[in-house]
């Protein structure tokens, strides 16, 4: 605030009043509103030795309360006020949170440095903020997202052509970003690296089209569109450590060894123990994890294991009685594994491993519950094999007898519909198995106990994914350049990084969904001159403000605080 004077040119008086400057936002211009109107000067004079020196004293005074974190101010609100077509004044603050762990992890300064070398005149690292700040909070296509710019205090100067064009600076520095997050995270969060987590998933295309990396493969989702493979590595944290993507097409069980050469090249992360599920427990991947110094603790398929072997699990003798049901027995065996050598001969290898099985109820009772549904399925394909393909088919078709399907359409073949059947041998067999679990494992010096206990950790790469297809959305994928598909996983990934480092900060009290869904509540309106209000605070917010030091609790800023406090999160004191 400050002392006007105002001179009228015919009388020559002078008019003093107390105004308030302030930005608006829909102008784009400086304004001022009256606070006080204090009289003529001539009139003024009557009253006061020196009225400019008096109010001006006044001003002063005025000024510092205001500026007290409690002071009180009268805002005049006329009711008359209408707003201009297309106009919004809801404000996203929860991204500060965001801020603060974007910065912390200094992702900022490796843009700047790396766009030095480069011609493009936007700004690099403004963008990548829009993107996974919006990613976390308000996920959409990058040109929505480019639309919804302004829902946040940022100045995000740039075109939707930049957005798109930074994308191929972005996939250029991939690999020397996610190193460069990594070691970060292992000065910030002391991050260990002796377990390692590894599982795949895929994400869709809406889109028919075919490359070398949007190829059609077995969708996760039982989906029919051209789909890209993930492969994530996790820490014991739960926080990721890199991915690497393969083409759509590339079975699960062949990206363990190209990922994990990459990741023990570059990242240097010593002897490490690979911990993955079935699916990636073939002989190949265990002789290479093995010949790189390496352990494994890998689920083993009962079902699909010889007949010694199922003998043993189903063999209660050994099985030793942990209560409520759960049973656990285990072994030092030396397996037979087939390898692919250089040439590409198949040869068999022995390898010593702890071969851990154990009994739970819980598990029985979801298998049999998963298993129903499957044959409620069956019966129904079987008498009406028209209403299915190969996809919509899936869970159920194992447990048909005679189905086979066309190679080209996925269609059921007309010449084996009546003679499908329930699969009576299957469904016995597979009800043998209930409730069984296996693990084997290099690490045969640890406990049972320990060796299921590291393995369930498992879980919160599978919770990982889910949060990238629902809460960050990263498919379906509208993008059709390679690099711009590279970029987008980046974004993603980088998305998912801070968010589980939020989840770690809070001691995993909230789910990421919970404090994705607060941040993104903790919004507010313009409601006059500088003054924002907010409407949204719960104890989510109050955890995060504690630990980052972030004040959600206030239900009016003035646009100085708000920009102050967004200005703190990106300074370099991050000591935890």
Not at 43 to 52: S, W
Not at 71 to 93: D, G, H, Q, V, W
Not at 181 to 194: A, P, S, V
Not at 300 to 314: E, M, N, P, T, W
Request: proline share 3%.
């Amino acid at each position: 605030m400050y002392l006007k004077k105002s001179t009228n040119r015919k009388t020559g008086r002078t008019y003093l009043s107390i105004v308030n400057s302030y930005y608006d936002k829909e102008t784009k211009q400086s304004r001022t509103a009256t606070v006080r109107s204090l009289g003529y000067l001539d009139e003024l004079l009557k009253q006061y030795d020196d009225p400019i020196a008096f109010f001006t004293e006044e001003v002063r005074k005025m000024n510092e309360e205001m500026n007290k974190e409690n002071s009180t101010i009268n805002l005049k609100i006329s009711l008359n006020e209408t707003m201009p077509l297309n106009y919004s004044a809801r404000k996203n603050f929860g991204y500060a949170a965001l801020s603060k762990i974007y910065h912390e992890l200094e992702i900022d300064k490796f843009i700047k440095n790396k766009q030095r070398y480069s011609k493009e005149e936007y700004d690099a690292n403004n963008i990548l903020k829009l993107l996974v700040y919006s990613r976390l909070l308000f996920p959409a296509s990058k040109k929505k997202t480019f639309e919804n710019k302004d829902i946040f205090f940022e100045k995000f100067d740039f075109s939707l052509d930049d957005v798109y064009r930074s994308l191929s600076l972005f996939n250029k520095h991939c690999e020397a970003l996610l190193l460069w997050i990594h070691e970060h995270i292992k000065k910030l969060y002391n991050r260990n690296t002796e377990l390692v987590y590894y599982d795949v998933t895929n994400y869709y295309f809406e889109i028919d089209k075919q490359d070398d990396l949007r190829r059609k493969g077995v969708s996760k989702e039982h989906r029919p569109d051209p789909i890209v493979q993930m492969g994530l590595f996790m820490d014991t944290n739960g926080i990721p450590i890199t991915y690497k993507l393969f083409p759509g097409n590339a079975p699960d069980k062949t990206t363990l060894i190209p990922a994990l050469r990459t990741i023990q090249k570059e990242y240097s992360l010593g002897r490490i123990i690979v911990v993955a599920d079935k699916g990636l427990t073939t002989g190949d991947n265990i002789w290479y994890i093995l010949s790189a110094k390496n352990g494994y603790i890998l689920s083993y398929s009962i079902r699909g294991a010889d007949k010694d072997f199922q003998k043993y699990v189903l063999d209660q003798s050994g099985y030793i009685e942990k209560g409520e049901g759960f049973k656990i027995k285990s072994r030092l065996y030396p397996r037979e594994i087939q390898i692919t050598t250089a040439s590409g001969k198949k040869i068999k290898k022995t390898v010593d491993e702890l071969q851990v099985v154990f009994y739970s109820p819980e598990y029985a009772a979801k298998e049999k519950q998963e298993r129903e549904a499957a044959l409620v399925k069956a019966m129904d394909l079987i008498k009406n094999p028209g209403k299915y393909n190969k996809a919509t088919a899936y869970g159920a078709a194992k447990y048909v007898k005679n189905l086979a399907f066309d190679p080209t359409t996925g269609e059921i073949l007309e010449s084996v519909q009546r003679k499908l059947s329930l699969d009576e041998e299957k469904l016995k067999e597979e009800e043998k198995f209930d409730g069984y679990y296996a693990i084997v494992t290099s690490e045969y010096k640890e406990s049972p106990e320990k060796i299921i206990n590291i393995y369930k950790g498992l879980w919160k790469i599978e919770e990982a994914f889910k949060i990238t297809k629902s809460d960050i959305e990263s498919r379906p994928v509208y993008l059709s350049l390679e690099e711009h598909i590279n970029a987008h996983f980046l974004t993603c990934f980088i998305s998912l990084v801070i968010a589980k480092i939020l989840e770690y900060r809070l001691q995993g009290k909230y789910c990421v969904t919970e404090i994705l869904e607060s941040l993104r509540k903790a919004s507010c309106s313009h409601i006059k001159e500088n003054y924002y209000v907010f409407d949204f605070f719960d104890e989510v917010l109050e955890e995060i403000g504690k630990n980052l030091n972030i004040d959600f609790s206030k239900k009016f800023m003035r646009l100085k605080e708000i920009k102050k406090v967004l200005g703190e999160t990106k300074k370099g004191d991050f000591s935890l």
